[in-house]
Nanobody, 116 residues
Framework: QAQLVESGGGLAQPGGSLTLSCAAS????????MSWYRRAPGKEREFVAY????????TYAESVKGRFTLSREDAKSTSYLQMNSLNIEDTAVYYC?????????WGQGTQVTVSS
């Protein structure tokens, strides 16, 4: 059964850091582009970051550019979202998303709360 499992969420202080992980199983994630999205309370889900196959291309939402870094380790079927300089507006449920043509998978999400 194909699935994505996020981990690493939790509580961070403003200015702090967290690293989210997305572990894939049941499919060859190395062939898929990986993205992260987030949904803040009362808001629509929004794009955060994208990494192409083999990490050949990356793009970030303007709100996280320079603070977040997306990487992938295909030998472990895992992608990582390093989040630095967190602020209260980064509070959201973060979702991992894998895409290959018409095939796609979503993770169940992990909560990130930024609060003093």
């Amino acid at each position: 059964q194909a699935q994505l499992v996020e981990s690493g969420g939790g509580l961070a202080q403003p200015g702090g850091s967290l690293t989210l992980s997305c572990a894939a199983s049941g499919f060859t994630s190395a062939n898929y582009a990986m993205s992260w999205y987030r949904r803040a309370p009362g808001k629509e889900r929004e794009f955060v970051a994208y990494i192409g196959i083999a990490g050949d291309y990356k793009t970030y939402a303007e709100s996280v550019k320079g603070r977040f870094t997306l990487s992938r380790e295909d030998a472990k079927s895992t992608s990582y979202l390093q989040m630095n300089s967190l602020n209260i507006e980064d509070t959201a449920v973060y979702y991992c998303y894998a895409t290959l043509g018409g095939s796609s998978y979503w993770g169940q999400g992990t909560q990130v709360t930024v609060s003093s």
